[in-house]
C-alpha cells in the first residue's frame, strides 16, 4: 500500500495574504522560504529517515537557507511571527525537522541574548549556519514541571566551575556540539542561584547517553555530569541568572510550540479532506456523509481559533507587549486542539490511518510530546487561572471580596 502524495506535493497551503493584517512585509517571502524548506524536509525525511545522520543533513540544510537566523535577530528583538511561521511549515511536513529547528533555537538564543561577544563567535556564529548543533539542558529526573528544584550542582574552583548531575529528556543531546546547561551554583538560595553554562560536547566529565526511544522519532537524549570542569569564560550571564534566562528563553518558545500545533493539524485537516473526497462507501464519497462533514467543518473552526490565538500572542510579543498570559492559551489551546483534529483526521482515514507510513499515522504520534514539552497542558493552566485570579484580586475591594 503507497501513501496518497497528493497533499504532501501541493504543500502546506501556508500565506501571509488569509490574515495579512498580522504580519509585516518581510514575513510574506519568508513564508515561501519556509514552504521550500519543508519540501526540502519532507524529501529527506522519506529518503534518509531520522536517523542522527539525516538530523544532521536537515540541520545544515536549513542553517543553508537561513533559517536560524531568526534566532538572533541583528536588532536585538526576537521576530517571533517569523519563527512561527517557520515552525508551521516544517511541523506540516516533518515533526522531527520542526523539532530540531526549534531546539537549534532553544540553544542559540540564550547566546544571542546573553552571551559574551567571544561565546558569540565560538558558539552561536556556527550554529546559525547550520554548521554546529545545539541543545537545552534543563530538565531532570527529579526536576520537570518543577524546574527551580533541579539538582545538578555547579561549585567554583579558582578560575573552572564543576558541574554535578544528571539531566534526562535533552533533545538533540545525542548529535550536540554544545550544550545550554543549568546547574545550581548556590542551592540554599534556590532558584536564585541557578547559572548557565556552555558545555562543548567531548568535556571530559560529561556523559551523553541516548537515544531514548520516543513514541515518534526524535533525537533526544540524557546527560551525566560527573565532575565536569568547565572554564568560567563558558559560563552564560552573571551567577545566578540561570532561571531567568531559562524562563525567558522558553517564554519566546512556548508560542512556536502552538505554532507547530498549528502545522500538524493543518497538514491533518488537508489529509483529512482530500481522503473524504476520494474514499467511497455506500456508492458515493464519504464527504457526503454529514457526520464527516461535521468532522471537517469542527476541525477547520479549531484550526483557525488556534491559529488566531497562536499569531495573536507572537504580533503582542512583537509589538514589545508581556505575553505570559497569551502564551500559554496559545500553547494549550493549539497543541490541545491540534490532538483532537489529527485524531478526527486520522478517524476519517479508517483502517488506513492507523497503517505506518500514513501522514495521519505519523502526525499521530507525532503531536503528541507537543502538550508536554516546554511546560504541560496542565502547567499552561495554573499560569492561565493565576493571572486571571490576581487580576480579579486586584480589581475589587475588599468588601467586594466577602462571600
Ligand atoms: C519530546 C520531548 C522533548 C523534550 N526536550 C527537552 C529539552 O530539549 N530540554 C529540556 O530541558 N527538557 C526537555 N523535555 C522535558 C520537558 O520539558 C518535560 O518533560 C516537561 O517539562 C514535564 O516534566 P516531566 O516530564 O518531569 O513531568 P512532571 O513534571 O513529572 O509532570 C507529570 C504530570 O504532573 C503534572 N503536574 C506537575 N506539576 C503540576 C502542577 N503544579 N499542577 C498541575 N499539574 C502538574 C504535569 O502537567 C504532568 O501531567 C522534553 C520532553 C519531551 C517529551
Not at 231 to 236: I, K, M, V, W
Request: glycine share 8%; proline share 4%.
Amino acid at each position: 500500500m503507497t501513501p496518497d502524495e497528493t497533499v504532501a506535493r501541493r504543500g502546506p497551503q501556508l500565506s501571509t495574504d488569509d490574515l495579512s493584517f498580522f504580519f509585516a512585509s518581510h514575513h510574506a517571502a519568508l513564508a515561501s522560504l519556509a514552504r521550500e524548506a519543508a519540501a526540502e524536509m519532507e524529501v529527506l525525511e522519506r529518503e534518509h529517515g531520522t536517523t542522527h545522520e539525516a538530523a544532521r543533513s536537515a540541520i545544515a540544510a536549513l542553517g543553508a537557507r537561513g533559517l536560524f537566523q531568526y534566532f538572533a535577530p541583528s536588532g536585538g528583538t526576537i521576530d517571533l511571527r517569523a519563527l512561527c511561521l517557520i515552525r508551521e511549515a516544517l511541523a506540516w511536513s516533518s515533526g522531527a525537522a520542526d523539532s530540531l529547528f526549534a531546539v537549534q533555537g532553544l540553544g542559540c538564543y540564550p547566546i544571542h541574548a546573553y552571551g559574551t561577544d567571544e561565546q558569540k563567535r565560538r558558539w552561536l556564529a556556527p550554529a546559525l549556519e547550520g554548521r554546529s548543533i545545539a541543545a537545552f539542558g534543563l530538565t531532570e529526573p527529579e526536576a520537570g514541571t518543577d524546574v527551580a528544584s533541579l539538582r545538578t550542582t555547579a561549585v567554583s574552583e579558582g578560575d573552572h566551575w564543576r558541574l554535578d548531575g544528571d539531566k534526562v529528556f535533552i533533545s538533540n543531546a545525542p548529535i550536540a556540539d554544545h550544550i545550554v546547561i543549568f546547574a545550581n551554583a548556590n542551592p540554599t538560595a534556590g532558584r536564585k542561584g541557578i547559572t548557565a553554562f556552555l558545555v562543548p560536547r567531548g568535556t571530559p566529565g560529561l556523559t551523553i547517553s541516548g537515544q531514548i526511544p520516543m513514541v515518534a522519532d526524535h533525537s533526544i537524549g540524557a546527560l551525566s555530569l560527573r565532575g565536569c570542569l568547565v572554564p568560567d569564560d563558558h559560563r552564560l550571564g552573571a551567577v545566578g541568572q540561570g532561571f531567568a534566562i531559562a524562563m525567558s528563553t522558553l517564554d519566546n518558545f512556548r508560542v512556536t510550540v502552538g505554532a507547530a500545533a498549528v502545522g500538524m493539524a493543518r497538514r491533518a485537516l488537508q489529509e483529512a479532506t482530500r481522503r473524504a473526497v476520494v474514499r467511497h462507501q455506500f456508492s458515493k464519497p464519504i464527504a457526503e456523509q454529514q457526520q464527516i462533514q461535521g468532522y471537517l467543518a469542527d476541525m477547520c473552526a479549531e484550526l483557525d481559533a488556534a491559529r488566531l490565538l497562536v499569531l495573536r500572542a507572537a504580533l503582542l510579543r512583537d509589538q514589545g507587549s508581556n505575553i505570559t498570559q497569551e502564551a500559554a492559551i496559545a500553547k494549550m489551546y493549539a497543541t490541545e486542539a491540534a490532538q483532537r483534529i489529527i485524531d478526527r483526521a486520522l478517524q476519517i482515514h479508517g483502517g488506513l490511518g492507523v497503517v505506518r507510513g500514513i501522514a495521519v499515522e505519523r502526525l499521530y504520534r507525532e503531536i503528541r510530546a507537543l502538550r508536554i514539552y516546554e511546560g504541560t497542558t496542565e502547567i499552561q493552566r495554573v499560569v492561565i487561572a493565576t493571572r486571571m485570579i490576581q487580576a480579579e484580586r486586584a480589581r475589587s475591594t475588599p468588601s467586594e471580596r466577602r462571600p
